[in-house]
């Protein structure tokens, strides 16, 4: 029988993390103290809290908790903390790229405004970088439930900042609320200011918000994508393309996109010939990182050790990572199957 390889020791690229969702148990308990921020209770018990976002008040309750962990975050030297911890977990799940995704509108008015704050991320990311040698870089995301004149700004703000880190121009939250055509001038602005466009949908509603966000947004990478798998014509266009969904299997059992881990459609898209790069989303809440979803593909869908490897290499290639540090990856990657 072959030897089972370590996933953690398997270098690959994670391209779907949110920001605050990214801070571990302990901290979240630790800033809460020093802040006197009563948590809700789904937060202090250590067991992910239970949530279904398949309807508007279980997307409300997940929200809900998001906001209270995000409320903890108030000064430069906790969101230093939060990057560096981060990044640290990253490399111990044998991460060598990290893109962490943050809508800097959140954290502004605590941070000095909304530039101030988005300078306090980036420069959150150079120390982290520093600090731990993983390469990272930042995705600016809008949200699907503000106006759209806002995402327009925040496009502005990320195309300003692209030589400071900032490698791609998102779309989060419910994506049962706002049309992605509300967004195309936002994403227009990213894209023609050299920004990547990766938007959030095929998650809470089906194929059509996919289709939507490559007819709309001229999307390259689709954060979730899974229902696609719905549609075998989507399927083979998002193969066609080259266009990397950023699937996040925890996450869609968590929120109750799907039932168990075995219903999640990692082979359907893989066998699509679909390229994915597997993400934790919000660990926070979810309760495992990016090695564990390396662990659902194996345990739940049968993926082999060169398929594993093969998942790694897509997630390097959908990455906005450069040459050097993708050639290393990639190589990093034979080694760890020959090993």
């Known amino acids: 029988m072959e030897r089972v390889r370590d996933v953690s020791e398997l270098p690959k690229a994670h391209l779907h993390l949110h920001f605050t969702g990214s801070m571990r148990h302990t901290t979240l308990l630790e800033l809460a103290d020093k802040y006197g921020v009563r948590l809700p209770e789904a937060l202090t018990s250590g067991e992910p809290p239970k949530l279904?976002?398949?309807?508007?008040?279980?997307?409300?309750?997940?929200?809900r908790l998001y906001d209270a962990a995000r409320s903890c975050l108030r000064e430069p030297e906790d969101i230093q903390r939060l990057v560096r911890e981060a990044a640290e977990e990253d490399i111990k799940d044998g991460s060598g790229w990290l893109e962490i995704q943050v809508d800097p509108t959140s954290y502004a008015p605590r941070l000095g405004g909304l530039i101030a704050a988005l300078e306090v991320i980036l420069d959150a990311v150079d120390s982290a970088v520093r600090?731990?040698?993983?390469?990272?870089?930042?995705?600016v995301a809008a949200n699907r439930m503000k106006h759209p004149l806002d995402a327009r700004t925040l496009a502005r703000l990320a195309v300003r900042?692209?030589?400071?880190?900032?490698v791609g121009f998102g779309l989060s939250n419910?994506?049962?609320?706002?049309?992605?055509?509300?967004?195309?001038?936002?994403?227009?602005i990213a894209r023609e200011g050299g920004l990547m466009s990766a938007p959030h949908g095929g998650e809470l509603t089906g194929p059509a918000s996919v289709r939507d966000c490559l007819d709309d947004l001229h999307a390259s990478r689709i954060g979730h994508g899974v229902r696609a798998a719905e549609d075998p014509r989507l399927l083979k266009r998002l193969a066609d393309r080259g266009v990397t969904c950023e699937v996040?299997?925890?996450?869609?059992v968590a929120l109750g996109v799907y039932e168990k881990h075995?219903?999640?459609?990692?082979r359907t898209l893989f066998e699509a010939g679909v390229p994915m790069a597997l993400g934790a989303d919000d660990p926070l809440l979810f309760g495992s990182r990016l090695a564990a979803q390396y662990e659902i593909a194996r345990r739940h869908h049968a993926f082999t050790d060169p398929e594993l490897a093969e998942l790694a290499r897509q997630s390097v290639r959908a990455s906005a990572a450069p040459e050097d540090v993708r050639a290393k990856?990639?190589?990093g990657i034979d080694d760890w199957l020959t090993s």
């Open 329 to 331: 990856l990639l190589s």
């Open 131 to 139: 600090d731990t040698g993983l390469g990272m870089r930042v995705l």
């Open 52 to 63: 279904r976002a398949t309807d508007e008040r279980g997307w409300f309750r997940f929200q």
């Open 174 to 188: 419910d994506e049962r609320r706002g049309m992605a055509r509300d967004f195309d001038r936002a994403f227009a």
């Open 248 to 252: 996040c299997p925890a996450s869609n």
């Open 161 to 166: 900042y692209a030589d400071r880190g900032i």
């Open 262 to 266: 075995a219903d999640v459609p990692l």
